[in-house]
């Protein structure tokens, strides 16, 4: 089936202009001096969660518009796909934690000492990963459910899962200005490695899954809830354009792109059917 690949300029031009509307309002009202604290609080978070929601309203509203209900429907429904192979939620729960403990064993093999570790017990990350992976599915619609296929249906899976990690890391670079973020002065072209690949071992998991979103959201919940196992992060860092000096990063970025490279190769050419054919085993 031919995907309507016109419409994704407007997809991306409109992600990006409500997005980065959004969080910079949010970054503005948390600098303000205004005497309600509490109320730029709300404020500032009903901002946030509409920006991370922006890619998903706005691909069901396009696909709404040009494809017709069933379309969207069908979109929408991907987020509900949970009928697959046991392995693929073991990997989407199992697959950033075991980059950053193989990162760990690297770190102690080269310098001869452990990196850092995280504080949070693994039963909080277990419970967040829970809670939080029905939140993904604000960025997700967007950027696997309608973005993908179609980029992939012109460019080929391999190179629009590049292509995409690109764009969706650049849709967080407000972020990098934000003091409540947790990227707030981080280095943002280390970022935009990280998130490429990323993008490449989501795309893959959709492709294996047949399309289902709903294991992707698995796989970002845990991505959001187990990075800091071993932190990357540089304490008091503050120019988001400076590379960063944290060796775990750069061994993560390394490793994930050592996977993703697997990942590239094993991809087919096109996605069968918006990503919904018989992929998942």
Known sequence: MK???????????LTYAVTWTCFVTAGV???????V?????????????????????IALTLTELAEGRAATRALFGRVFRWRVGLRWYVFAVAYIPA??????????????????????????????????????????I??????????????????????????????HLPLFFFPAADTFGQSFPLYLLQ??????AMAWLYWRTGGSLL??????????????????????ATDPFALSTSLVAW???VLLWIVAGYFLYRMPRNLPAFGMGTGAE
């Open 29 to 35: 009202i948390s600098r303000a001096n205004a005497p």
């Open 215 to 236: 294991l992707v959201m698995v796989l970002h919940a845990a991505v959001n809830n187990t990075k800091d196992i071993v932190p990357s992060a540089v304490s008091g």
């Open 142 to 171: 967007g950027w696997r459910g309608y973005a993908l296929p179609r980029l992939a249906d012109g460019l080929g899976l391999a190179s629009a899962s590049v292509l995409l990690g690109a764009v969706w890391a650049a849709w």
């Open 99 to 140: 980059v950053k403990l193989t990162v760990a064993l690297l770190h102690r093999v080269v310098t001869g000492r452990w990196p850092r570790f995280g504080q949070q017990a693994w039963y909080v990350m277990a419970g967040a990963i829970l809670v939080s992976t029905w939140a993904q599915a604000g960025e997700e």
């Open 3 to 13: 995907l309507t690949t016109r419409q994704l300029p407007t997809f991306f031009s």
């Open 251 to 253: 061994m993560t970025v």
């Open 195 to 200: 998130v490429t690949a990323l993008s490449v």
């Open 37 to 57: 604290a509490p109320a730029r609080a709300v404020l500032g978070g009903a901002l946030l969660l509409l920006g991370t929601f922006a890619p998903g309203l």
